[in-house]
């Protein structure tokens, strides 16, 4: 039997998730040892045996015995929840009890309780997400510090912090609770468009990583989903915008890895499955009051999803989506994207224009396609020399091998005026 | 042909449960290819990292473990090769050499004169 890629890593979530809920959240390290010590069993017995008929209820079936032995070994080293002591404290209640807790109901929503756990308001957004990825997806600190670009050591401290953070909630989070559900279920949706944009458009050069990252955010939306108090008109936009999004994921590097713009991707590999899913995704969220941010990222997404050709796109829809996103969750950022919509909409001068009257765009001044869309829109005015000068900016800014490289062809393109190569644009979207 | 016993020392058991995995798959690989070319007598069984060590004309009974952690007998195999230089050939492909661990390749002491 051929195991399925992910397998370890996304077991690993699911029971680090069941143990902490029995254990308690401060015994979060036992929980994690406990899946070690069930990982090595599997490790050495299905390598000389094979993989068993059903590899995750094995594993689910080995850490509870594991739990089991842990429980009896630390019953009075350590404090549990007052239930589970009263469990633990004779063998007549030890293991049923423990059968129990790992019954298929019981640990059906752990994943969900750990996600919620994992966006504590006292954890900042890039403390949320780093756990997320060690806990519930099962990377390892060094797979944690390759997708962000990090050291090892700054990572392993950000996730150390955020794990004190959690032991001091003692419980895993209540999502049977609705008020409680419906206050944190923002920080949630935030935390996962953060983890998928990180794939989309984060720094790290390898795309196996960023795309692992997409998927992984879409799977814990896809959980998010199930749960009656999770699935809102916000949910389904926020899934609907990582469809729209991952249909076009595969594209975003030709074929001998460069990084290759939306102008010149080739549209007949796009995945119509995710776009046909993110449509129908899309429509369900059109329900009830809100207009969310997800809701206009996902429209935007979808006008160009559905765009045949390049030429095909409505500009003026993205625009006007940009403008209301720009009323609901202004940032320089969206500002930029929309700035570059009017430019293709209305011609390079009124881009360049609106580009150099955003707002706070010092704030910008660390990203390398802010230097790249001013240098796109010059060289389509025919400045070739000012456009260098700030594809050069961009180049001096940007985090990874396949930025670089994209960035020097620019710079060749402008040196080379005489060639009167057709303008491009880097499209942000 | 004759007989070997692989045991198979120490090898970190740390690692994500992506290096975990792929580990793993390794050594399955690495013993389906020694199965599929007819080296495999026994594929053998992995051992428990504790039990009882018996000692002595006293019968002393201590818990294990038995060694330092890194030479732990994690467990073993049983191989048929031409001959010794052959068997160890063979072990060069384990997984464990990848993770500080060690192949002990022993001959089956053979019942004929």
């Known amino acids: 039997m051929e195991l399925s890629e992910h397998l370890f890593r996304h077991e690993a979530g699911h029971m680090v998730a069941t143990l902490t809920r029995l254990f308690g959240t401060h015994n979060l390290a036992l929980a994690e040892d406990v899946v070690q010590d069930a990982f090595c069993r599997a490790f050495e017995v299905w390598k000389v045996r094979g993989v068993p008929e059903n590899p995750s209820a094995w594993l689910m079936a080995t850490a509870k015995n594991r739990a089991i032995d842990a429980l009896r070994r630390e019953r009075t080293a350590r404090t549990f929840e007052p239930e589970l002591s009263r469990l633990i404290q004779s063998e007549w209640t030890l293991a049923p009890g423990v059968e129990e807790l790992f019954a298929a109901n019981a640990i059906k929503d752990d994943l969900l309780r750990m996600m919620f756990s994992c966006c504590h308001p006292r954890l900042g957004e890039e403390a949320q997400i780093a756990l997320m990825l060690n806990i519930l997806c099962g990377f390892g600190v060094d797979e944690v510090a390759g997708a962000f670009v990090r050291t090892h050591s700054a990572i392993e401290k950000r996730i150390s912090r955020a794990k004190r953070v959690l032991a001091s909630s003692k419980k895993l989070f209540d999502v049977s609770a ?18 998928f944009n990180e794939g989309y458009h984060g720094a790290s050069p390898e795309s196996a990583v960023r795309v692992d990252l997409c998927r992984e955010a879409m799977r814990l939306t896809a959980i998010l989903l199930e749960h009656p108090f999770g699935v809102t008109p916000a949910t389904y936009a926020l899934a609907a915008l990582m469809h729209l999004d991952a249909a076009r994921l595969s594209t975003r590097t030709d074929s001998s890895g460069n990084l290759s713009s939306l102008f010149d991707q080739d549209r007949s590999l796009w995945d119509s499955k995710l776009i046909a ?7 369900l969220s059109a329900t009830g009051p809100d207009l969310t941010e997800y809701h206009l990222e996902a429209a935007i997404a979808w006008v160009h999803a559905t765009a045949g050709r390049i030429e095909d796109t409505n500009w003026g829809q993205i625009v006007a989506l940009y403008d209301t996103l720009m009323t609901i969750r202004p940032s320089p950022v969206v500002a930029l994207n929309r700035a570059i919509a009017i430019g293709q909409h209305e011609g390079p001068e009124r881009g360049l224009q609106e580009i150099l009257g955003i707002a706070n765009h010092s704030r910008l001044a660390k990203y390398p396609f802010y230097f790249a869309a001013l240098g796109e829109f010059e060289s389509r005015s025919g400045k070739y020399e000012q456009a260098q000068e700030q594809f050069e900016r961009a180049l001096g800014l940007a985090r990874n091998p396949m930025e670089r490289s ?3 062809k620019r710079i060749q393109t402008c040196e080379g005026v005489a060639a009167s190569a057709p303008g491009r644009a880097i499209a942000s979207k | 042909m004759s007989e070997f016993v692989f045991l198979y020392r120490g090898g970190s058991r740390d690692g994500s449960p992506a290096e975990m995995q792929q580990v793993m798959q390794k050594w399955m690989n690495w013993l389906k290819g020694l199965g599929e070319k007819g080296h495999i007598k026994d594929q053998g069984q992995p051992l428990e990292r504790t039990g009882k060590l018996v000692k002595g004309k006293q019968k002393t009974v201590t818990d294990g473990p038995f060694a330092e952690a890194k030479d732990i007998v994690g467990g073993y195999t049983l191989i048929q090769a031409r001959d010794l230089d052959q068997a160890v050939e063979l072990s060069k492909g384990c997984p464990i050499l990848e993770r500080d661990g060690a192949v002990e390749v022993r001959p089956v002491m053979k019942m004929s004169m």
């Open chain 1, 277 to 283: 899913e993110g449509q129908r995704l899309l429509d």
């Open chain 1, 178 to 195: 609705g008020a409680e559900f419906c206050s944190r279920l923002p920080a949630v949706q935030r935390a996962l468009y953060l983890l």
């Open chain 1, 406 to 408: 994209f960035l020097r």
